[in-house]
Nanobody, 126 residues
Framework: DVQLQASGGGLVQAGGSLRLSCAAS????????TGWFRQAPGKEREGVSC????????YYKDSVKGRFTISSDNAKNTVYLQMNNLKPDDTAVYYC???????????????????RGQGTQVTVSS
């Protein structure tokens, strides 16, 4: 069964941290570019951070640079998003998706048909 499972969301105060996990089953994440996306109520979906299958290339949305770090663990077939110094504007449903395109394309122009998992809610209180 091919699945992407996102987890790690929750409620945190501004300035706090969370680590999101995107675990794959039924296929190998290292064969794909993985992206973290978010969508807040009334707002468009946006690419937050993306990483190549090899882990050697990453992309970050400007507003999260210096606060978020994307990483991959091939042994665990999992991609992580470490989120530090969280702000209320980071509040959204976060989900991960995979595709076979560059990290910049994945994050800037995410294909509508990329394989994705269910989302995890991140709520940052002020």
């Amino acid at each position: 069964d091919v699945q992407l499972q996102a987890s790690g969301g929750g409620l945190v105060q501004a300035g706090g941290s969370l680590r999101l996990s995107c675990a794959a089953s039924g296929f190998t994440l290292a064969d794909y570019t993985t992206g973290w996306f978010r969508q807040a109520p009334g707002k468009e979906r946006e690419g937050v951070s993306c990483i190549s299958g090899s882990g050697g290339s990453t992309y970050y949305k400007d507003s999260v640079k210096g606060r978020f770090t994307i990483s991959s663990d091939n042994a665990k077939n999992t991609v992580y998003l470490q989120m530090n110094n969280l702000k209320p504007d980071d509040t959204a449903v976060y989900y991960c998706a995979v595709d076979q395109i560059t990290v910049e394309t994945m994050c800037k122009i995410p294909p509508a048909d990329s394989f994705r998992g269910q989302g995890t809610q991140v709520t940052v209180s002020s």
